[in-house]
């Protein structure tokens, strides 16, 4: 009775489940025939998608090289090129210097050549060509110094802004060597290699990249900036062998006109102490000769003594003769005469004596004088023949 209990279908039921069970195998079969084949294309799709990208990732990466590569060596060969100005213009700084100390020993003795000539007595200091021409010296010397100071700093700043520019070469060269390595590292790598990874967020905007513009346009603004440094190192280097030469020319042009106006000088003071010594001889000369004279007047007054003495006592003794024996006669004229004779002669020797001692007063004062102003002119040329002649003979300008 149990067994009758159960529920039973007909036979459409039957049939109708049977179909529907059928109906759905072939749309589920159907479906999956759909799907399958959707995937196989959607996987040729996505192969050939993702073939076709890494290749144009890989040509891409091989043009950024080549990119890379070629900016590289431009800016390796302007860091070359700076690299080297920088070496020349420091060759040229160093000849700056060494002309600026070149001029530290001449700027030494003409300062000591006028401090020698201070030194000049009485009439010999006077304010000469040789005076003249050292104060020009003075100037001229201060004045190139102060030009080769002046192109010094000019130097110094642009071998400064040189350093600056092969920094940015430099760093510049120094990124894209790093560039090329990875890109290169990354254009080598293939679907076979196991040394790649999944990472998280790689394709998120990088907020500090620059676009290729701005990248290409860096390493040329590198290269321009390289360039006008270089350019502006080339003319400073032409103005500083200018410099040097011009100041040179000045420099030994000054130094001639010092050694000509002394060489000059001396020839003047020379033969000035000659001519000293030439009037000084005669006038010793005739202070002797003076001197001799004086001696005859002084004998000749002296010989004058005794006549004159006997004419007065004859004189006197007569005028005691008594009374009318005290005549006026011609051997009391005679007496008379001859004192008068004598004493005029005594007066004019005297006169003449007188004369003599002042001439010869004259003499010794000449005397003096010359011996005085030699003195002075044997000074004068000590100091500029000894002194100054022979502290500039060591001027020299040929390594200057």
């Known amino acids: 009775?149990?067994?009758?209990?159960?529920?039973?279908?007909?036979?459409?039921?039957?049939?109708?489940?049977?179909?529907?069970?059928?109906?759905?195998?072939?749309?589920?079969?159907?479906?999956?025939?759909?799907?399958?084949?959707?995937?196989?294309?959607?996987?040729?799709?996505?192969?050939?998608?993702?073939?076709?990208?890494?290749?144009?990732?890989?040509?891409?990466?091989?043009?950024?090289?080549?990119?890379?590569?070629?900016?590289?060596?431009?800016?390796?060969?302007?860091?070359?090129?700076?690299?080297?100005?920088?070496?020349?213009?420091?060759?040229?700084?160093?000849?700056?210097?060494?002309?600026?100390?070149?001029?530290?020993?001449?700027?030494?003795?003409?300062?000591?050549?006028?401090?020698?000539?201070?030194?000049?007595?009485?009439?010999?200091?006077?304010?000469?060509?040789?005076?003249?021409?050292?104060?020009?010296?003075?100037?001229?010397?201060?004045?190139?110094?102060?030009?080769?100071?002046?192109?010094?700093?000019?130097?110094?700043?642009?071998?400064?802004?040189?350093?600056?520019?092969?920094?940015?070469?430099q760093k510049d060269v120094a990124d894209k060597n790093t560039a090329i390595g990875i890109d290169n590292v990354c254009h080598h790598l293939n679907n076979a290699d196991t040394d790649t990874h999944l990472y998280e967020g790689v394709t998120q905007e990088l907020s500090s990249a620059v676009t290729p513009a701005d990248w290409s346009s860096y390493s040329d603004a590198n290269i321009k900036k390289a360039e006008c440094e270089k350019q502006a190192s080339v003319t400073l280097r032409s103005v500083i062998t200018g410099v040097i030469e011009q100041t040179r020319n000045d420099l030994v042009t000054q130094c001639r006109n010092v050694d000509v106006s002394l060489n000059k000088r001396v020839q003047e003071c020379t033969n000035a102490k000659d001519r000293l010594n030439s009037h000084l001889d005669k006038v010793e000369k005739e202070i002797d000769s003076m001197e001799s004279n004086i001696s005859k007047l002084k004998a000749a007054i002296g010989d004058k003594i005794p006549p004159l003495k006997v004419a007065h006592t004859r004189l006197a003794n007569r005028s005691?003769?008594?009374?009318?024996?005290?005549?006026?006669?011609?051997?009391?004229?005679?007496?008379?005469?001859?004192?008068?004779?004598?004493?005029?002669?005594?007066?004019?020797?005297?006169?003449?004596l007188e004369a003599s001692e002042s001439s010869l007063k004259g003499l010794i004062r000449n005397q003096i004088d010359l011996k005085e102003d030699i003195r002075i002119k044997t000074k004068s040329l000590h100091i500029d023949k000894d002194l100054c002649q022979d502290i500039r003979a060591t001027i020299d300008y040929a390594h200057y």
């Open 320 to 352: 005691q003769r008594p009374n009318i024996e005290l005549t006026r006669d011609p051997a009391h004229s005679q007496l008379v005469n001859e004192v008068q004779l004598i004493e005029d002669s005594i007066a004019k020797l005297e006169s003449q």
């Open 1 to 169: 009775m149990a067994q009758l209990a159960q529920t039973k279908y007909s036979p459409y039921e039957w049939h109708n489940s049977n179909n529907k069970n059928f109906k759905s195998a072939e749309t589920e079969r159907a479906c999956a025939e759909r799907l399958q084949s959707e995937s196989k294309r959607l996987t040729d799709e996505t192969d050939e998608i993702t073939r076709f990208t890494q290749e144009d990732v890989n040509k891409k990466l091989a043009q950024r090289l080549r990119q890379l590569t070629f900016w590289k060596d431009e800016v390796h060969s302007q860091l070359f090129a700076v690299d080297k100005e920088i070496d020349t213009l420091l060759k040229h700084k160093a000849m700056l210097e060494n002309s600026l100390e070149a001029t530290e020993h001449p700027q030494s003795v003409t300062t000591s050549c006028l401090t020698y000539r201070e030194g000049r007595e009485g009439i010999d200091l006077v304010h000469d060509d040789v005076e003249i021409n050292l104060l020009k010296e003075v100037e001229v010397i201060d004045g190139v110094r102060a030009v080769l100071v002046r192109t010094l700093e000019q130097a110094i700043e642009q071998v400064r802004r040189l350093r600056s520019a092969k920094y940015f070469l």
